[in-house]
């Protein structure tokens, strides 16, 4: 049985796609990735996360409005919100809170710090064999 913290990754430049998914893994997490927040609202139409982390700038729905809308859907709205972004503007941050984000976190940002807001989020219990 898959004890492992099933994530959903929506971001659409590969190269974060990989970075994310590699590290993730690392620390123990399942990955799904997303390439954009259609995607997003398609797989989580189907199947169950224990934390969703998105990027912001996206093509179709951006991660704002991905994190809004999320928490406007029964079965999901509890679920832990990361937002990722290169926006570092003043009222950003404050934009994806509002959105009902558990965490934002400007790109580019340190992965230790990327890994504890998920254990932070979503502890995990312990592995018993």
């Given at each position: ?118 254990e932070t989020l ?8």
């Amino acid at each position: 049985m898959n004890t492992k913290p099933e994530v959903l990754v929506v971001e659409d430049e590969p190269s974060m796609q990989i970075l994310l998914r590699h590290v993730l893994a690392k620390a123990g997490y399942t990955i799904t990735v997303a390439p954009n927040g259609l995607e997003a609202k398609k797989i989580l139409g189907g199947r169950t996360f224990d934390l969703i982390c998105s990027d912001v700038m996206m093509s179709g729905i951006d991660g704002i409005q991905l994190c809004t809308w999320a928490h406007q859907q029964e079965g999901i709205r509890d679920i832990p919100f990361i937002i990722l972004s290169s926006r570092a503007q003043h009222g950003e941050r404050e934009l994806g809170m509002e959105a009902g984000a558990n965490a934002y976190l400007t790109k580019p940002f340190d992965i230790e710090e990327l890994v504890k807001m998920f254990e932070t989020l979503l502890p995990r219990k312990a592995e018993t064999e």
